[in-house]
């Protein structure tokens, strides 16, 4: 069977491709991986994105937080023996990363000759690991659309649930801005015009179209 | 080809003289416009010409004369010229570079100049170029004449014969004390015309003629 | 196992084919001299191509069936009337006792003919090999030509003959003096002679030069490849390193142009 079947064109990469591609983009671009408020990044550079605290009455200058995620490895179908957590299905993939979440602790104070309220910031964290599973996307770059997260550390059943929603939209959010552009996928050897896929398939992801 | 202008005879030119009075003669080759009245009073390129009584019963001939161009003179070939009364001498040129020149000689009772024509001579010009060429004497007389020269279309092999043919015929004209005859005359391209002159006041075939410098 | 696999079938592999004919663009040479029949002549040229089938071949051909060549040659001529026309000699002319001698006209010099154009297109077929190699920095896959291909002339070959024709003899005209309408007809004569085969024959060797060495490029890229372009003052250029590149012919029930790469972050 041909590569280009019934079009005219094929592109593909592996996983291990993909990996690299991955590595290389979170790499050149750390601040997709690392957002915080102004307590933990200041401004917006190439190492971190600045996000607005989180307003709340009483709270002044609204509550400061952090995330960060590690550089994610890709697993595509079929599953390799580390997916094993959450093995991704005909089609689709598995990442695996981890997060740290990070709160500003903030407690208040008043002295007795002074009236002024004290307060004090302490950065408080923890981490997780994280898998997540999903499909690629195209509009005209590959995207990472995660559609479950799983989080192995044993959580009470309401916090587990808040957790995996919440790092799914974050996650989500951080791995939509390394997408990839049809260019990459055969290293600049034509202007694919995507007609059928991305499908995922013998551990590689796969493209067909015209040029 | 080369202007008509018989003063200033070229490569396809001819001037002739007849001598029909025995004696000794000279004559200069001049080159360009420069004239002198009187051929014996300038020394150099004199070359002479003997003229010996007729003798009876022999036909009248002609001797050519080639002028060249070297190291910057003009010279005659042959050198000097043994005639009898009646013969004629032809200059003329096979050397492209001979721009115009012409012949001025004589002695004591006869005087000839190819600037100013008088009588016995003849003047031949090779038409090169089609067109219309109305001549008229440079020295002020009224005798004038028209050659219309037409082209001669070269396509075939027959028309190249046609052409070498058509140059083989004399067309003449008669310039005399009584006029020019035939006035018009109508050749094709390549033909020579022969002016004959014959009893005229020293007379040129110029076309657009210039008058001279006053002497 | 190659990390990128990116393939084409023919219909892809002949419009990337027509995307290197383009961008190869409009070649020179010259000046250079020839012979056309008795004419000695100098020429430039200059040379396009476009067009033509694919036929994938495995391992590594690239068959290009029926490509144009389209050229524009610029010829100068010089004619030498003494080589080519007998002098013309004007017999002597008699009235009565009175000859004209023989005048034998001169020649006139060289004529030269400058700056005729001609151009035409020829058709040629040829295989062509994948050639994936480093060059400094970048990355190439050039398709070259294996061997030097048989120029097909087309019928615009005669019309070329006549342009040449026509500045010729209105050179000869204009400057050739007396022996102008001679020098014309030989000249018609002489070109009717060389006719369409000889001046094939004096272009075939101006035009296989731009054959002889004809490279494409279907892939120019630097080794250190940017995957993802620069986005702004945050977002800079995500690079990686083409550590290995090939390419070949595959046949299975369609033959294909496969391009594979390895790659590093």
């Known amino acids: 069977m041909s590569l280009t079947q019934t079009n005219h064109v094929f592109a593909s990469v592996t996983e291990q491709g993909l990996n690299t591609l991955l590595h290389a983009t979170f790499t050149a671009r750390p601040r997709y991986l690392n957002y915080g ?118 959580l009470p059943g309401g916090l587990e649930q808040v957790l995996d929603c919440l790092i799914r939209m974050i996650l989500q959010a951080a791995v939509s801005d390394a997408a990839l552009p049809l260019t990459a996928i055969s290293v600049g050897a034509f202007q694919l015009i995507l007609q059928r896929g991305p499908l995922i398939d013998a551990d590689q992801a796969e493209a067909w179209g015209d040029i | ?100 020149f012409s012949v001025v000689g004589g002695n004591s009772s006869f005087h000839f100049d190819s600037t100013s024509i008088t009588g016995d001579a003849y003047y031949t010009h090779v038409f090169g170029v089609p067109g219309d060429y109305p001549w008229s004497d440079a020295n002020g007389s009224t005798l004038k004449g028209d050659v219309k020269v037409d082209p001669l279309p070269i396509h075939t092999r027959a028309d190249s014969q046609r052409f070498l043919d058509a140059m083989k015929k004399a067309n003449v004209v008669e310039v005399s004390d009584k006029g020019v005859h035939p006035h018009k005359l109508e050749i094709v391209v390549g033909q020579t015309v022969f002016w004959h002159f014959q009893k005229v006041p020293g007379v040129t075939v110029s076309v657009n003629p210039q008058p001279l410098p006053p002497g | ?97 009175f000859c004209t001698p023989q005048i ?58 006549a342009t040449i024709g026509g500045a010729l003899v209105a050179a000869a005209l204009a400057e050739g003096g007396v022996y102008g309408p001679a020098l014309a007809v030989a000249l018609g004569l002489l070109l009717a002679a060389i006719g369409v085969a000889g001046l094939e024959g004096f272009l075939g060797p101006i035009l296989t030069p731009f054959v002889s060495r004809l490279t494409f490029t279907i892939y120019e890229q630097p080794q250190l490849y940017p995957a993802i372009p620069a986005a702004g003052p945050f977002d800079p250029v995500v690079d990686v390193t083409i550590t290995a590149l090939d390419a070949v012919v595959q046949a299975t029930d369609k033959n294909e142009l496969v391009i594979t790469a390895s790659i590093a972050g």
């Open chain 3, 1 to 97: 196992m190659p990390d990128i696999t990116a393939a084409a079938d023919e219909s892809a592999a002949t419009r990337l084919l027509g995307i290197a004919e383009a961008a190869l663009g409009t070649q020179k040479s010259g000046p250079g001299t020839g012979s056309l029949g008795p004419f000695s002549a100098s020429y430039s040229a200059q040379a396009s191509f476009s067009g033509g089938a694919v036929n994938l071949k495995p391992p590594n051909i690239i068959e290009l069936a029926g490509c144009n060549l389209a050229y524009s040659v610029s010829v100068s001529f010089t004619l030498d009337i003494s080589k080519l026309l007998p002098q013309i000699c004007i017999p002597p002319i008699c009235i009565l006792n």
């Open chain 2, 1 to 100: 080809m080369n202007l008509l202008d018989s003063r200033f005879l070229a490569l396809g030119d001819c001037f002739a003289q007849r001598f029909s009075v025995a004696g000794a003669f000279t004559y200069r080759l001049v080159l360009g416009l420069a004239l002198f009245p009187n051929a014996e009073a300038t020394r150099g390129n004199a070359y002479p010409i003997e003229v010996n009584p007729a003798t009876k019963g022999e036909k009248p001939t002609q001797q050519n004369v080639v002028v060249t161009f070297s190291e910057g003179s003009l010279v005659a070939d042959p050198t000097s010229i043994s005639i009898h009364e009646g013969d004629t001498v032809l200059w003329y040129t096979t050397d492209s570079s001979v721009t115009g």
């Open chain 3, 104 to 161: 034998c006209l001169p020649y006139p010099p060289p004529i030269t003919v400058p700056s005729v154009n001609i151009g035409d297109t020829v058709t040629f077929s040829a295989d062509f090999h994948l050639n994936p190699h480093l060059v400094g920095p970048d990355w190439l896959i050039d398709v070259k030509i294996n061997s030097i291909p048989q120029l097909r002339f087309g019928p615009g070959t005669a019309g070329a003959l």
């Open chain 1, 37 to 154: 408020s102004s307590l933990f990044v200041k401004t917006t550079s190439v190492l971190a994105t600045n996000m607005q605290p989180i307003p709340f009455p009483g709270v002044p200058g609204g509550i400061q937080w952090a995330v960060r995620f590690t550089i994610p490895t890709i697993d595509l179908f079929p599953p390799d023996a580390k997916s094993s957590t959450l093995p991704p299905g005909a089609n689709q993939f598995t990442i695996k990363t981890s997060v740290t979440l990070t709160l500003g602790c903030m407690t208040f104070s008043a002295a007795p000759d002074n009236p002024t309220v004290q307060v004090s910031v302490n950065p408080i964290a923890f981490s997780l690991d994280v898998w997540a599973r999903g499909e690629l996307a195209t509009t005209n770059a590959v995207v990472l659309q995660i559609d479950q997260v799983r989080m192995p550390q044993v």
